[in-house]
């Protein structure tokens, strides 16, 4: 597909992988599995399974087509794909972990019973996953919006990022972690109701100083760093 500008891939049952390359066009790997009371309908429900690639507009969408199955049987269907670096994603999946490097466009990633893991990301990044813990590296955007329910949140923006980043990071159970751009300034807002909180960044705090609420500023700039848990400790740096 030529000028393609994003991916959009979504499957039920399975783990997503997305690398950007110093490619023209995208590379596919699906890897299907099937579970069933003996290996011969394992087999024939495998192959009942279609993988489609709908051009729309300059978006690939990647849709698994798989058939309806009984009790005690189960399709998974797994993608390990190669992009051009500068190719927006969008991926969603239920049951499998999601990774996302070397992208130089926005990303969204939601996923429910698993991880997600982004590294050298240049764009917007928006992740979601219930249970499972949400892992960063190298970072560069202007925002940055990560949520798990159920899992630790660990995010370290690149040194190339600016510092007046917009960052909203919530988790119920689980620490947060997170490295802020160099020279970050702007409102920072740290929460928890059983943990504690640390900062290496010079917060200036005005009204009532709280063990488990630090809400003040960094200098005077328009960045916005919000972290918030319920059950875990805060760190910011």
Not at 47 to 59: A, M, R, S, Y
Not at 82 to 89: L, N
Not at 120 to 138: D, F, H, K, M, P
Not at 220 to 234: E, N
């Amino acid at each position: 597909m030529e000028n393609l500008e994003a991916v959009d891939v979504d499957t039920a049952f399975g783990s997503i992988k997305i690398v950007g390359g110093d490619v023209t066009n995208c590379r596919i790997k699906a890897k299907i599995s099937a579970q069933a009371p003996n290996a011969e309908e394992a087999k024939q429900l495998a192959e009942k399974v279609k993988i489609k690639l709908e051009p729309v507009d300059k978006t690939l969408n990647i849709i698994v087509d798989k058939p309806k199955v009984r009790n005690n049987r189960c399709i998974g269907v797994s993608f390990d794909i190669v992009v051009p670096k500068k190719t927006a994603i969008e991926c969603s999946t239920s049951y499998g972990s999601i990774k996302l490097t070397d992208i130089q466009a926005n990303v969204k990633a939601h996923t429910s019973f698993a991880s997600i893991k982004c590294e050298n990301i240049e764009g917007s990044v928006e992740l979601e996953t219930a249970y499972g813990q949400v892992e960063c590296r190298n970072i560069t955007s202007t925002d940055i919006n990560a949520r798990s329910s159920f899992g630790n949140i660990d995010i370290a923006c690149s040194p190339k990022s600016m510092p007046e980043i917009s960052a909203d990071i919530a988790t119920a159970y689980g620490s947060i972690e997170f490295a802020a751009p160099p020279g970050f300034s702007g409102r920072v807002d740290l929460e928890t109701s059983f943990g504690s909180i640390r900062t290496d960044l010079p917060i200036t705090v005005k009204g009532r100083i709280s063990k488990d609420r630090i809400k003040g500023s960094v200098g005077q700039g328009s960045g916005k760093l919000r972290l918030k848990t319920s059950f875990g400790s805060i760190r910011i740096r």
